[in-house]
């Protein structure tokens, strides 16, 4: 993949939406990698990036706005895929379905989306809520999507129709994150009322209520054998649960703080957060050991982050900016 080092070209785009994407790159012959750690492409855009998404091969990088449009690039051949004015307000969540052949977007404009990410062309009707949607999640196989935000419930959807297949009530406030489990038999919700709820996809019934932190659950992953789900919280603690006697089995307050939003990797063994100190900090779960961290670019905000489908490559955006760095947590102590 095309990757910035010292000898830059620069590439400027600029479309119908008001997108201003540069793509800055080392014209060298043949694959070739920076090393971990370094910035691999940057993209700079004319409005306020909101949510991020990986295509599963790592070859697109979604992206949303606060006003409401969605932008993809291919960054194999370093240009843009499409660009569309998707909602009427701030672009909250993006996921790709585990094929890449549906990428979801949802929004503070009380709908979710679904489109072709290569032509950026919709694909069924639009998903309607109350109130705004925070955050969504497909299934393994891509027929079930969640989806949650204000007004205290998840709403489950058949992709391939629309149809709206259940509503979980639950939680006491706002659902501010969703997640399913690697054979999309549970689904894991973290809210504003500090607890996790683990639900039957089949049967819709709660399956556990977790109780422990002391603020809202703003991140969360299962371990790929589904046995145990990591959390992450405005407490600014990480905790580890087992889900087979549904305890605490352990809990982490880093010394220099999560700042927030925390993303979790798609093996759910790392996390990545900013700290107070203005760095991106990569930690080891459960243990929360440091294994990497680099300077956050601050400009306004926190830096939203995002794991390729591999592991292996990190978006950060910082307001206007989004930087790809490539991450190599092999070997690395504590992991």
């Known amino acids: 993949m095309p990757v910035v080092n010292s000898s830059i070209c620069g590439i400027g785009i600029c479309d119908r939406l008001g997108f201003q994407v540069a793509l800055a790159f080392i014209l060298l012959g043949g694959s070739v990698k920076t090393p971990a ?3 691999s492409i940057v993209v700079r855009l004319d ?3 909101t949510a991020m998404a990986f295509s599963p091969d790592g070859r697109s990088l979604a992206a949303g706005g606060k006003d409401g449009g969605l932008i993809s690039w291919d960054l194999h051949a370093l240009k843009q895929a499409f660009s569309a004015k998707a909602h009427a307000a701030q672009v909250s969540s993006l996921v790709y379905s585990k094929d890449g052949n549906v990428l979801a977007s949802a929004s503070w ?7 072709n ?3 950026g062309e ?3 009707p639009r998903l309607k809520h109350k109130e705004r949607v925070l955050d969504i999640a497909l299934s393994p196989n891509g027929k079930v999507l969640a989806s949650g935000g204000v007004g205290n419930e998840i709403r489950l959807w058949d992709t391939g129709t629309g149809k709206q297949l259940g509503v979980l009530e639950g939680h006491d406030a706002s659902v501010f994150v969703v997640r399913f489990s690697t054979d999309g038999k549970s689904l894991a919700s973290g809210s504003w009322d500090n607890t996790i ?3 039957d996809t089949c049967t819709h019934a709660k399956k556990q209520r977790l109780r422990g932190h002391s603020d809202a659950v703003v991140s969360l992953a299962f371990s790929p ?3 145990f789900l990591s959390s992450v919280s405005y407490d600014q603690s990480m905790k580890r649960w087992n889900l087979a006697s549904a305890t605490l089995e352990c809990s982490q307050t880093p010394a220099d703080s999560f700042v927030f939003p925390a993303v979790f990797s798609p093996d759910s063994r790392v996390v990545a957060s900013p700290t107070f100190g203005g760095e991106i900090v990569l930690r080891a779960v459960p243990s929360g050991a440091r294994l990497m961290s680099f300077p956050a670019r601050r400009h306004g905000d926190e830096p939203l982050l995002c794991f390729s489908a591999n592991g292996e490559l990190l978006a950060a955006a910082t307001e206007r900016q989004i930087e790809i760095r490539r991450v190599d947590l092999r070997g690395m102590p504590g992991k």
């Open 37 to 39: 750690n370094e910035v």
């Open 122 to 124: 919709m694909k069924g």
């Open 197 to 199: 709820v683990v639900w």
């Open 109 to 115: 404009d009380k709908s979710v989306q679904l489109r």
């Open 47 to 49: 409005t306020k990036v």
């Open 225 to 227: 054998d589904g046995r």
């Open 117 to 119: 990410p290569q032509t």
